[in-house]
């Protein structure tokens, strides 16, 4: 969602509540992290001689312009002084209690120096490693949300979060995994798992888009297929299995997201609304990933993660 750690104090928290707080490698709506008060810690952007916070002014520009320069684009986790600030804002707001919800830590260091600021924090912060990233994380800080939001505890709030880790489903595509690849982000590349067959990793390059899965904290591929329309059928086909695979009565988010490919992700959203089982409540959405997510999925990618709808009482 690209939002920065220097948007306004979580106001809405009346005293007791809990504070959410994520990373910048969630993909939620910004309005609705705006106004249920999430605080957003950033990533670092790296490329070249280039060191920037993700969501910061001009930095999306920067990165395009070093990737174009064919600089090597990465990123680096939060310090953890800077999840010391995210919890005493939250404190300084109101909140009897945080919990902090973060891009997998199989994935990135995110989540340890959450760990480490969260041991020393003024007020009680429980720290849950999503195992996902992008959309995947923004529903769980969306169960986390609906939680908080109803004025549960801190341990029903992390529970709510925990449990909807346990129910995400996330697949994007990208144009070449191999900035993943180069940082180890795709396990078994050269496999598929039961979605489809994958091309092995030494054999020549024949087809274009290449599908993948987040599954227990890591990245998985899924297939290759020729092009962007072809990929948004699987996406979609995997969405609505995921979808259907809830139980009858479950309402079911839907997030949908890319990196410069806002129109795919617009007839993404359009197609599965319009498959989805009608006797289901499914609310989709669609969201532009961080320029973090960019710099390991390419200039181009298009995503979708399904979970249940969270419910609190």
Known sequence: MGASS??????????????????STASIPADLADRAGVIVVPLRLLA?????????????????????RGLRLTTARPAPAQFAAAYRRADNAGARAVVSVHV????????????????????PVRVVDARTIGSGLGLVV?????????????????????ACVNQVGSFFAVDRPDALIAGGRVAAAGRADDHGAAAGAAEPRLVSRTVL????????????????????????????????????????????????????????ADRLIASLSPARRIRVSVVAASTAIRVHTGPAMLGVSVAPSPAVG
């Open 213 to 268: 899965r987040v599954d227990s904290g890591r990245i998985g591929m899924v297939d290759r297929v020729r092009t962007w329309s072809g990929a948004a059928a699987l996406l979609a086909r995997s969405a609505s299995e995921l979808a259907a695979g809830l139980p009858a009565a479950t309402p079911a988010d839907v997030l949908v997201e890319h990196v410069a490919a806002a129109g795919r992700a617009d007839d993404l």
């Open 48 to 68: 070249g001689d280039l060191v920037a916070d993700d969501g910061a002014n001009g930095a999306a520009a920067a990165i395009e312009t070093a990737a174009a």
């Open 142 to 162: 969306l169960a986390a949300v609906a939680a908080a939001s109803a004025g549960h505890d801190v341990e029903d709030v992390a529970s709510a979060a925990g």
């Open 104 to 123: 997998s830590g199989m994935l990135s260091g995110t989540v340890s120096s959450a760990a480490l600021a969260a041991a020393a924090a003024r007020i």
């Open 6 to 23: 220097q948007a306004g104090d979580p106001a809405f928290l009346a005293p007791g509540l809990v504070a959410v707080v994520t990373d």
